[in-house]
Nanobody, 115 residues
Framework: QVQFVESGGGLVQPGGSLRLSCAAT????????MGWYRQAPGKQRELVAS???????DYSDSVKGRFTISRDKSRNTMYLQMNSLKVEDTAIYFC?????????WGQGTQVTVSS
């Protein structure tokens, strides 16, 4: 069974940067379109960035121009570079498939943006 392990979160000041990683236990990045999702306290999980099998990326309006999604198929790892972080980016970040039924969710990684 595929498992996702998200890492790289932490506490950062507004305007700072973080790089999240998503490691998978199987070679899924060559099979699925993928996405980064986040869930803030009291809110529903939302998609913030996606990357297709062909490398086409897309972003929600709230992060466009600040976040960059990428992947390394050889390492079974996906990344989310987050720059110019805002308080409203505070959430637990998850990775999972895009355009197909989700695989089991990982634990996520907490990102807290606060001064």
């Amino acid at each position: 069974q595929v498992q996702f392990v998200e890492s790289g979160g932490g506490l950062v000041q507004p305007g700072g940067s973080l790089r999240l990683s998503c490691a998978a236990t199987a070679r899924i990045f060559s099979v699925y379109h993928m996405g980064w999702y986040r869930q803030a306290p009291g809110k529903q999980r939302e998609l913030v960035a996606s990357i297709t099998l062909y490398g086409i990326t897309d972003y929600s309006d709230s992060v466009k121009g600040r976040f960059t999604i990428s992947r390394d198929k050889s390492r079974n790892t996906m990344y989310l570079q987050m720059n110019s972080l805002k308080v409203e980016d505070t959430a637990i970040y998850f990775c999972n498939t895009r355009y197909s039924s989700p695989l089991p969710w990982g634990q996520g990684t907490q990102v807290t943006v606060s001064s």
